[in-house]
């Protein structure tokens, strides 16, 4: 079991950074696979980013490459996100995921535990 808790969202103007932070809670944090997700308002949940339970290997959705990265340190049970030259449209509830998994899941489906999301909201 893992717990997740996202935490570093807020307001910001458009052109600033902001880096989001998610907390695990166990022992086998390194182990999972993690992947940062976003739902605007009235959309589907849509895939951002994932990271190999080593750190070694990233995915990013094609249209946010660039401007946001995604890390991990495992001796602190952290995953972040670092997101640059924010826009308007970057404007969602942003959610942490976890998957026991070598590979680099895109899909929402594919990942067992949840944090609660944290707001992003981008001022224009």
């Known amino acids: 079991q893992v717990q997740l808790v996202e935490s570093g969202g807020g307001l910001v103007q458009a052109g600033g950074s902001l880096r989001l932070s998610c907390a695990a809670s166990g022992r086998t944090f390194s182990s999972y696979a993690m992947g940062w997700f976003r739902q605007a308002p009235g959309k589907e949940r849509e895939f951002v980013a994932s990271?190999?339970?080593?750190?070694?290997?990233?995915h990013y959705v094609d249209s946010l490459k660039g401007r946001f990265t995604i890390s991990r340190d495992n001796a602190k049970n952290t995953v972040y996100l670092q997101m640059n030259s924010l826009k308007p449209e970057d404007t969602a509830v942003y959610f942490c995921?976890?998957?026991?998994?070598?590979?680099?899941?895109?899909?929402?489906?594919?990942?067992?535990?949840w944090g609660q999301g944290t707001q992003v909201t981008v001022s224009s």
């Open positions: 990271i190999s339970w080593g750190g070694g290997s990233t």
């Open positions: 995921a976890a998957k026991l998994t070598l590979s680099l899941p895109p899909y929402a489906d594919d990942y067992d535990f």
